[in-house]
């Protein structure tokens, strides 16, 4: 078709027009005739219109800055068209992505408590692989920090010659020195982030070593690390991640704390993961108790401000406490409490912090679900970042928006401390807000296959498009998959979600390749909030299996977003949803 001197051979017109023609977009082009008052060129106005419809800023003068930043031709520049190139470059720009653009910089109010956000965190956060055999290494904190992790954890056992070391303990993994460990923290605790970093110390160590401990942060962390309560700071609550810019706080038990304590039926244990073996079963004995208090170092004791970790009895007992105190809940008892007692997990997640970890059971340092801790406003959902899936997906979604922070601001109903939300029934409740989500999967554009194909192969891809929110919101539909072509696949598959409560909900966009004799395998996907979801034409960018970016691989969607006739959907003032509600856009 190219070779138009017919000679077998492509000169430098014809390589031209045989790159144009393999980069031709038919589905792109549809959409711009359609604009277009000629069917040549995008004027101004049919540039409005579009953006119009795309729920965009619908001025002129954005119009004319569009043309000029991705026009190429001259006469076109010179006139203020835009031509069928032009049209391309914008659409596969990043200024055309689903995510809305406001939502890369930090826009949440950041001055409200801390247990009014998901915080990002991390669960054996030393391990390179699983918690039996693996490394324990310094790296993994660098690639938790790097992306934004705000709560890291730290299991201390006694090494030799009187220097604590990192590693799972009764296991055959490696160990780290302790002292290695804070100095990496140092250096990177605040590159990704200015907000708070909490140190969740296991601590295993003797009376000695845990002076130590606290002896390596006081002289490592400096100013960094949090030693006394915030001055001009209410006694009552606890401070926002804006008092505590640059801070490091340890989360620990703290001496005076356990003794206050010391008749509570729960468990004593010095760390989660002993804590995830026992099931909550309380001490046998008043001296198993003594001792446990006992073994507590008041030189690491008196580092613990605002993260103090007791044991969690009731929520009624835990209501009483002051909001300085936060508990850590295995998988299996945060899963029990939501099922039956959601609403009052809710409000205690309110005004303390909980921190969520994996069972024991994971031994190949598997993940649990974040959203459904999420969806009862447990903050801190630790998960083993080493470990890529699904789970791992939701919680970079999660965390994608307000400028990858690490600290997300938790919807009203979630910050009230008398609220009636109940994740397992939210019919009529304050965050019921129907709406319904009309996603249609287009296309996609330069799909790898799986590095361990064959060089002959090609990818028989298929769309999975996901809601994750609370249990009603659950669903996922997939469109048919297309045979051999993974450079331009083309579906036009329009799927329907009715979403409940959107502000808790994430969406999700996953890529396979089809096989008929075995499982699929994994291509691609993007995550992100409902919120930060954008209408129109829009083109997702694919990230690998371990998040990072699968650069030029995309997918060409359109997305609407309508109320429910049963409930109208009203945008809050600083809802970021409000980029939702233009939703009267052209059909391809």
Known sequence: KCDRSADGRL?????????????????????????????????????????????????????????????????????????????????????????????????????????????????????????????????????????????????????????????????????????????????????????PLILSLENHCSVEQQTVMAQHLRSILGDKLLTKPLHGVDSHRLPSPEDLKGKILVKAKKEHVMEECSSSASDFSSSDEEASRTEGKPPSTKEDKKSSVSKLSPELSELVVYTRSVPFNSFEQAAKNPATEMSSFSESEALRHIKDSGMYFVRHNSHQLSRIYPSGQRLQSSNYNPQEMWNAGCQIAALNFQTPGEQMDLNQGRFLQNGQCGYILKPPFMCQHNTTFNPENVGGGPA???????????????LP?????????????????????????????????????????????????????????????????????????????????????????????????????????????????????SSPYKSSSKSPARSLNKSSVKDP
Not at 24 to 32: G, M
Not at 105 to 113: A, G, I
Not at 432 to 446: D, F, M, W
């Open 11 to 195: 000169d430098h017109g014809e390589i031209e027009v045989f790159c144009r023609e393999l980069l031709r977009r038919p589905e792109l082009d549809a959409v711009f005739i359609r604009y277009s008052a000629n069917g040549c060129v995008l004027s101004t106005v049919d540039l409005r219109d579009f953006l119009k419809d795309q729920g965009e800023d619908a001025s002129l003068i954005h119009a004319q800055s569009l043309i000029l930043t991705y026009e190429l031709n001259e006469w076109a520049l010179r006139n203020q068209f835009m031509t069928p190139n032009g049209f391309t470059m914008y659409m596969l720009s990043k200024e055309n992505c689903v995510f809305n653009p406001e939502h890369t910089r930090v826009y949440q109010d950041m001055n409200r408590p801390l247990a009014h956000y998901f915080i990002s965190s991390s669960h054996n956060t030393y391990l390179t692989k699983d918690q039996v055999t693996g490394d324990s290494s310094t790296e993994p904190y660098i690639r938790a920090l790097s992306r934004g992790c705000r709560c890291v954890e730290l299991d201390c056992w006694d090494g030799d010659k009187g220097e604590p070391v990192i590693y799972h303990g009764h296991t055959l993994t490696s160990k780290v020195p302790f002292v290695e460990v804070i100095e990496i923290i140092n250096e990177y605790a605040f590159k990704a982030s200015p907000y």
């Open 432 to 446: 019921h807000r129907p709406i319904l989500l009309t996603v249609k999967v287009i296309s996609a554009q330069q």
């Open 449 to 565: 296959k799986p590095e361990w194909d064959k060089p002959s192969s090609i990818v028989d891809p298929q769309v999975w498009v996901e809601i994750h929110g609370v249990p009603i919101d659950n669903n996922k539909k997939k469109t048919h998959h297309v045979d051999n072509n993974g450079f331009n696949p083309r579906w036009d598959c329009t799927f329907n979600f009715t979403v409940h409560v959107p502000d808790v909900a994430l969406v999700r966009f996953m890529v396979e390749d089809h096989d008929y004799t075995s499982s699929n395998d994994f291509l691609g996907q993007y995550t992100l909030p409902f919120t930060s979801l954008r209408t129109g034409y829009r083109h997702v960018r694919l990230l690998k299996l371990d998040g990072s970016s699968l650069s030029p691989a995309s997918i060409f969607v359109h997305i609407t977003v309508t109320p429910c006739q």
